[in-house]
C-alpha cells in the first residue's frame, strides 16, 4: 500500500466539499490536508500544506467563472510537485483545453460527478501526482465524435483503432488496460500505440513525455481549428 | 384650270373693289345727300367690320371659301346699304312709296324698286347661311348640305313673286319675306349644329369650337330682326332704334370678329395662315374700334332727339366712357387671344411665386414653368428641366424649337442651390421683338427660385422617406418587441415544463428508488446494485440539467466568447461542421448583447439545417470589419424559396439580430443550400468577464 495521496480539496458548496473528503478519506489511500471554499484559500493552502494533489472545483467564488482553471496554471506554475484535478461541471471540451493551453502535465479535467466514482477519482489523483494528465471520457467522447474537424489535422491521418488507442491513452490508461478495453494484446497495442507517435511526429520525443504529447495533439487537433 | 382660278380671283378682286366703291358711295350720300344719321354707326357698326374681315382673310387666304364668302357678305352689305340709298334718292326725286300697302296699288317702277331692295336683304341673309352651315372649311360635306343650301337660292324669287300672288297680309308678308334675316341665319345655325353632329370625331372639334360664335351670331340676327319688325310697326325713332342699330350690328362684328380670330387660332380656313400675330390683332382691334365707334355714334344720335345738343353731348360722353371698359375688355381679349397671356414683369414673377410656393410635384411644375415663360415673355421656345442630383428629372418645354441642329440657346441659366445644379432653364428668342436685359433677369430671377423650390421638393422628399422610414421601423420594432415577447414566454414554459415533468420527475422517482433500497437494506438485503442503478440515475438528471442550463444560456459562450461557443456547437452537430474564423476574432470579446445573439443566430441556423435542409455540409465563417461582426451559416442541403417562406425560426432570428442594430441576410432557393448572414454593430466588451 502506497503512501496516502496528501489532498487539498478546494470546493464553495459545502455538502460537495465535505463529501468529497469523507469518500476520500474513507478509501484510506487520500489525506485530505484542507477542504477550502475559494481559489485564494486554495492558493494560500498549497503554498502552506505543500499537497501532492489538489482537487479544485472549476467554478468559485467571487466570479463563479473559471477560477478553478486559473488557479490550477498558478499552482503548476508556482508549485511544479503538485498535480491538479479540475472538477467541472461542463461537459464542454473548450474548459479542457483552456486548462491544457499550457501543458497537460499534472493536470486533470473531470467532470464533478465522477466524485460518485471514488475509484476513478483516485486513479486521476495518482496520474496527475505522478505528472500524467487525464481527461474526462465523456469530453474525448464528444471529440471522437465530432464531425467538425479540419481536413489537415493531424488526427485525420490516424486509423480508427489508432484513434481508439489514442482515445483510451487521453483517458489516461496504461497500454495494459487499453489492451483489455479493446480486447486485444498488449503487443498489438504497443504496435498502434507506436504508430500514433510516429504519425504525430513524436518519436524523438522521451518515452514518458510522449503519451502526454500524444494527449495534448489529441486535444489540440481534435477541434476544427480556423484553416 | 389655272385660267379659271385666275378668272375667279379677279372676280374676287372686282368684288372686293366693288365693295369698297360701294362702301364710300353709301357713305357719301348718307352723310351728305340724305343726311342720314345713322349711315356713319350701320358702316362703322356692321358693315366695315364684316368688309375688313372678309378682305382680311381672303388676302391672306384667297383660296378658301370662307374668307370668300365673307369677303361677299362685307360687300353685299356695302351693295345693298348703296342701292337702298340710291333707292331713297329716287324716291325723294319721284316721291315713291315703297311701303307695301294692302289696298293702293303699285306703279311698275316702285314695284321693281321694292323687289331689289327686298333681294338684297335677302341675298345678305342666304349668304350668311350659307357662311354659317359651311364652316369651318366651306366646303359641302353631305348631299343635303348642298341641296338645302342651292334651293335657298329660289327664295330670291318670292320678293317679285309674291305680291302677284295677292298675298298681302302684313305680318306674313314682313316676317317671311321682307326681313328674311328672322329665320333664315336661325336655318344657317340648325345645319352648322346638324353639320357637328355628323361629323366623323376627328373634325367635330373644330365646327364645335366654332359654334359658339355661330349660334350667337345666328341667334343675334334673329333678335335684330325681331326689333326692326317693331320698329316698323313703332317708327324709326328713340330707344328702339338704338337698340335695333346695336343688334343690327352685332351680328356682323361677332361673326367678322370670329372668323377672323379662329382663321388665325385654329387655321380652320383649310390654309395655312401665316399671318403675322400683330395683324391678326390689328385687325380684330380694328373691328372692334370700328363697331364702337358706330355704337357710341348712334347712342349720341338718338340721345340728341330728345335732348338739347349740350345735354345730348353729355349723355354721348358718357355713354362713350361707359362702353369704354366694354371696348377695352374686348381688346383686351383679342390681345390675350391672339398673343397669349402678356403679362407685366411684376406679375409674371408674382405668377411664378405662386406657381413655385405649391411646387411640389416637379412632373407638373417643369411644364408650368416653360409655360409661364413662354407666354408671359412671348419667347419662341423654352425648355425646363428639373431635378438631377438625387431628383427624378422632370421637363417641361414650351413653343417649339426650330428643327435643324440646336443653337445655343439665347437665355440658359442653371438653377444652382449651392454646389448642387437642381435643373436648367432654357430658351429662345421672342416670337417678336428682341429680348431685353430686364427679359433676362426674369429667367435668371425665375431660376433662382425655382432653384429653391426644387431644393425644397428635395429636402420634403427626404424628409417623406425618413419620416416613412421611421414608422415602418417603429411599426416593424413594435412587432419585433412582441414576437420577442412572446418567444420568451415560450421558452420559459419550456423550460418549465422541463424543469417539472423531467427533471423533477426523475429526482422524485430516484427519491422512490432510496427508499426502495432503504427498506431493502432493512430487510438485511444486497442494495449494491441498486445504489450504482440510482447513480446512473442521477447522472442522467445531471446532464439533463446541463443541456437544459447550456440551452438557456450556453456558459462557454460567457466564459470563452463567440468562436469558443459556435466551435463548441458546430462540434456537436451530427454533420460535418467547418468553423473558418478570422485570425482578427481571436480573443476579442463583444459586448454581451452582441454575443448571445451572434451565437443564437449560429445555433438556431444549426438547428433549422438539421430540421429541414438534409445538408451534408455546413461551413460557419465569422469575421470582422468596417466595425461590424459578420456571422454567416452555409449549407449545401435543400434551401427554400425565401418570398414564400415565413418560419418563426427566421422571424426570430431577424428579430434577435434587429434587436441589437444588425442586419440579417437571408439567401437560398430551391436545391442552392441557404445562406444566413448577419451584420452586427461591433461593440467590444468592456470588461473581459461579466
Known amino acids: ?227 | 384650270m389655272s385660267l379659271m382660278a385666275a378668272a375667279r380671283n379677279r372676280g374676287m378682286h372686282i368684288v372686293a373693289v366693288c365693295g369698297g366703291v360701294c362702301m364710300l358711295w353709301a357713305t357719301l350720300i348718307g352723310t351728305t345727300q340724305l343726311q342720314n344719321r345713322y349711315t356713319l354707326p350701320w358702316i362703322l357698326g356692321s358693315v366695315l367690320p364684316c368688309y375688313f374681315a372678309g378682305l382680311f382673310t381672303w388676302w391672306h387666304a384667297p383660296t378658301s371659301p370662307v374668307a370668300k364668302r365673307l369677303l361677299l357678305i362685307g360687300t353685299w352689305l356695302s351693295v345693298t346699304i348703296a342701292i337702298r340709298y340710291s333707292t331713297t334718292l329716287l324716291i325723294r326725286a319721284f316721291d315713291w312709296n315703297l311701303r307695301p300697302t294692302p289696298h293702293a296699288l303699285q306703279l311698275p317702277a316702285e314695284y321693281g324698286l321694292q323687289v331689289l331692295s327686298q333681294s338684297c336683304d335677302l341675298v345678305v341673309s342666304i349668304l350668311v347661311v350659307r357662311l354659317l352651315a359651311l364652316l369651318p372649311d366651306g366646303r359641302y360635306a353631305f348631299p343635303y348640305e348642298r341641296r338645302v343650301l342651292g334651293a335657298l337660292w329660289g327664295l330670291l324669287a318670292l320678293p317679285a313673286l309674291l305680291p302677284l300672288t295677292g298675298m298681302t297680309q302684313l305680318t306674313v308678308h314682313y316676317v317671311v319675306f321682307y326681313y328674311p334675316e328672322a329665320w333664315l341665319p336661325g336655318l344657317g345655325a340648325v345645319l352648322l349644329v346638324l353639320r357637328c353632329l355628323r361629323a366623323p370625331a376627328a373634325g367635330r372639334r373644330d365646327i364645335a369650337a366654332l359654334l359658339p360664335f355661330a349660334v350667337p351670331g345666328a341667334l343675334l340676327l334673329l333678335a335684330r330682326a325681331a326689333s326692326r319688325l317693331f320698329r316698323t310697326w313703332q317708327g324709326e325713332q328713340g330707344v328702339l332704334y338704338f337698340v335695333g342699330a346695336v343688334l343690327g350690328a352685332l351680328p356682323y362684328v361677332v361673326i367678322s370678329l370670329a372668323i377672323v380670330y379662329a382663321a388665325f387660332r385654329h387655321r380652320l380656313l383649310g390654309v395655312d395662315l401665316a399671318i403675322r400675330r400683330s395683324a391678326v390683332y390689328g385687325s380684330l382691334w380694328l373691328i372692334i374700334n370700328s363697331w364702337y365707334l358706330g355704337m357710341a355714334l348712334t347712342l349720341g344720335l338718338t340721345a340728341g332727339q330728345y335732348l338739347p345738343v349740350g345735354l345730348s353731348l353729355l349723355v354721348a360722353v358718357v355713354a362713350t366712357a361707359l362702353f369704354q371698359p366694354l371696348r377695352a375688355r374686348l381688346n383686351a381679349l383679342a390681345e390675350r387671344r391672339v398673343f397669349g397671356k402678356r403679362l407685366s414683369r411684376f406679375e409674371l414673377l408674382v405668377q411664378f411665386g405662386t406657381t413655385l410656393e405649391h411646387a411640389y410635384d416637379l412632373g407638373r411644375l417643369a411644364p408650368r414653368l416653360a409655360t409661364g415663360l413662354h407666354e408671359g415673355l412671348n419667347l419662341r421656345w423654352v425648355r425646363v428641366r428639373l431635378g438631377g442630383d438625387g431628383l427624378p428629372v422632370s421637363l417641361g418645354e414650351a413653343g417649339t424649337r426650330p428643327a435643324g441642329p440646336p443653337g445655343a440657346p439665347l437665355g440658359e441659366f442653371p438653377l444652382l442651390y449651392g454646389e448642387d445644379v437642381l435643373g436648367i432653364i432654357e430658351y429662345g428668342p421672342k416670337a417678336e421683338g428682341r429680348c431685353t436685359p430686364e427679359d433676362h433677369d426674369i429667367g435668371e430671377t425665375l431660376a433662382r427660385s425655382a432653384a429653391l423650390a426644387v431644393h425644397n421638393v428635395r429636402l420634403t422628399a427626404e424628409l417623406c422617406a425618413r419620416v416613412e422610414e421611421v414608422q415602418r421601423q417603429a411599426a416593424e420594432l413594435d412587432a419585433s418587441r412582441a414576437r420577442i415577447v412572446h418567444a420568451q414566454d415560450t421558452e420559459r414554459r419550456r423550460i418549465e415544463r422541463r424543469l417539472h415533468d423531467g427533471i423533477q420527475q426523475e429526482l422524485v422517482a430516484l427519491v422512490a428508488k432510496l427508499a426502495l433500497a432503504r427498506s431493502c437494506l432493512r430487510r438485511g438485503g444486497d442494495i449494491d446494485a441498486a445504489l450504482t442503478e440510482m447513480r446512473d440515475d442521477a447522472y442522467r438528471v445531471i446532464d439533463e440539467l446541463r443541456e437544459l442550463a447550456h440551452g438557456i444560456h450556453p456558459p462557454i459562450l460567457t466564459d470563452q466568447g463567440l468562436v469558443a461557443a459556435v466551435t463548441s456547437c458546430a462540434r456537436r452537430m451530427p454533420i460535418p461542421v467547418t468553423v473558418h474564423s478570422e485570425d482578427s476574432m481571436g480573443g476579442v470579446r463583444f459586448a454581451l448583447d452582441v454575443e448571445e445573439s451572434a451565437f443564437y443566430l449560429v445555433s438556431e441556423a444549426l438547428t433549422n439545417v438539421l430540421k429541414h435542409a438534409a445538408a451534408t455540409h455546413v461551413t460557419i465563417r465569422m469575421a470582422r470589419g468596417g466595425g461590424r461582426l459578420l456571422v454567416e451559416v452555409r449549407d449545401d442541403g435543400a434551401g427554400f424559396p425565401t418570398e414564400t417562406t415565413r418560419g418563426s425560426g427566421l422571424t426570430g432570428m431577424r428579430d434577435r439580430i434587429e434587436a441589437v442594430g444588425g442586419e440579417l441576410a437571408i439567401i437560398s432557393g430551391p436545391g442552392t443550400g441557404t445562406v444566413i448572414r448577419a451584420r452586427l454593430l461591433e461593440r467590444v466588451r468592456e470588461e473581459t468577464r461579466a
Do not use: C, W
Open chain 1, 1 to 227: 500500500m502506497p503512501d496516502p495521496l496528501r489532498v487539498v480539496i478546494a470546493e464553495d458548496h459545502y455538502l460537495v466539499r465535505e463529501g468529497t473528503r469523507r469518500l476520500l478519506e474513507d478509501t484510506g489511500e487520500a489525506d485530505v490536508l484542507a477542504a477550502v471554499g475559494t481559489a485564494g484559500e486554495l492558493l494560500d493552502a498549497v503554498g502552506r500544506l505543500r499537497p501532492d494533489v489538489v482537487i479544485a472545483d472549476i467554478r468559485m467564488p467571487p466570479g463563479h467563472h473559471t477560477e478553478g482553471i486559473a488557479a490550477a496554471h498558478a499552482i503548476r506554475a508556482g508549485h511544479p510537485g503538485t498535480g491538479v484535478v479540475v472538477l467541472s461541471q461542463h461537459a464542454n471540451e473548450n474548459y479542457a483545453f483552456d486548462l491544457f493551453r499550457r501543458g497537460t502535465d499534472g493536470l486533470a479535467y473531470l467532470l464533478k460527478e465522477r466524485i460518485g466514482e471514488v475509484d476513478e477519482l483516485l486513479r486521476a489523483l495518482r496520474e496527475v501526482a505522478a505528472g500524467r494528465s487525464v481527461v474526462d471520457p465523456r469530453i474525448v467522447e464528444v471529440l471522437m465524435g465530432s464531425h467538425a474537424r479540419a481536413a489537415d489535422a493531424p488526427l485525420s491521418r490516424l486509423t480508427r483503432r489508432e484513434l481508439d488507442v489514442l482515445r483510451h491513452m487521453a483517458e489516461g490508461k496504461t497500454n495494459r488496460a487499453i489492451a483489455e478495453s479493446l480486447r486485444l494484446s498488449e503487443s498489438t497495442i504497443e504496435k498502434h500505440v507506436n504508430s500514433t507517435f510516429a504519425k504525430l511526429g513524436l518519436a524523438e520525443i522521451p518515452q514518458l513525455h510522449r503519451r502526454v504529447s500524444a494527449v495534448l495533439a489529441y486535444l489540440r487537433h481534435a477541434p476544427a481549428g480556423p484553416d
